[in-house]
């Protein structure tokens, strides 16, 4: 796997769009490359994104803001992964 020079998957490009990725330090930026690469990121990337931040960073991050973040398809494959209780219900902005 190629990295930039401060460690950001390279093949994380498409979903950091907005950002010139050479310029994101995951240690600066944990929240946007934890929710990013959850959602988006394949297996090699996941297995960077756990091997940089840790099982029980990741875990904790998904129980206090992931289940507003995350798709709900990726909620439901992260919360039991993880082993988290039942999650906050997310509300729609709209109530139709």
Known sequence: MELTPKGM???LRPFFQEYVLEEIDPDDHP?????RTLEWGNREEVRWLFAHYGRARLAEWVQQVGWRCLSRRMLHLWR????LPELPERRNAWPH
């Open 9 to 11: 998957p390279t093949s």
């Open 31 to 35: 929240f946007t490359v934890i929710e």
């Open 80 to 83: 039991p992964y993880f082993d």
